[in-house]
């Protein structure tokens, strides 16, 4: 595909085949993802790419302790929650999802099943668990640089005809995502990316975010027209 085309037409699949990922597929767009600009040449990113029952484990473990009411220990500051515009665009793509999937705004039950997919990664056959080395913890640079390459990521994957969505619901419970994919303390956890061959037949896989426009993020200075 153009490059163009690849950002314009990609978006978050949450639906996807039981069908599994070459390792070899995997590597190939790892490879080309880590070409992302990086501040200093640093490259703080790691990647910890999961599957089979080691993924089944730590769904399942996000899951139980998320419903058990253990309390959420993402590594990366959540921050204030979204006001004003932020959170209108963050309701506006709730309700397209939950349109297409039929979500009634009172149906609890359809609505807490789409939380639990959440908590299981929206079952992907793979998950890549993106972490950044604890020595340069503190900084801002190393979350944004991670950012950077979890864009060119998925952009990757879906010129070679997989989906994505990032999904930090699925680290939720940090300890069993360390203890079930091997990661060590010398690595922060900063998101995961749920990866697949996309389920056509799945409704939410049709919905296309809306995006500000230019002229709403954009201020030109200096510019003689």
Not at 7 to 25: D, H, T, Y
Not at 52 to 59: F, K, M, P, Y
Not at 79 to 93: A, K, L, M, N
């Amino acid at each position: 595909m153009e490059f163009d085309d690849v950002v314009r037409e990609r978006r978050s699949i949450r639906g996807f085949q039981k069908k599994p990922v070459p390792k070899a597929l995997i590597r190939e767009i790892l490879e080309i993802a880590m070409r992302a600009p990086t501040s200093l040449n640093t490259q703080p990113w790691n990647f910890y790419v999961v599957a089979g029952e080691v993924l089944d484990r730590i769904r399942a473990g996000n899951v139980e302790r998320n419903m058990a009411g253990v309390p959420d220990s993402r590594e990366f500051r959540m921050g204030p929650g979204y006001e004003g515009p932020h959170r209108e665009r963050q309701i506006e793509i709730a309700k397209q999802l939950f349109a297409a999937m039929g979500i009634e705004r009172e149906n609890k039950e359809k609505r807490m099943d789409w939380v639990l997919r959440g908590f299981r990664q929206f079952d992907a056959p793979v998950s890549i668990v993106v972490t950044y080395d604890r020595s340069i913890h503190g900084s801002d640079i190393a979350p944004f640089d991670c950012g950077g390459v979890v864009n060119c990521l998925v952009n990757t994957a879906w010129n070679k005809g997989l989906g994505c969505v990032i999904n930090s619901q699925g680290i939720m419970q940090s300890p069993v995502v360390r203890a079930e994919a091997g990661i060590p303390d010398d690595q922060v956890i900063q998101t995961c990316v749920a990866m697949g061959w996309p389920d056509d037949s799945f409704p939410a896989n049709a919905v296309v975010s809306n995006r500000k426009s230019v002229d709403e993020a954009a201020v030109f200075v200096g510019f003689d027209d």
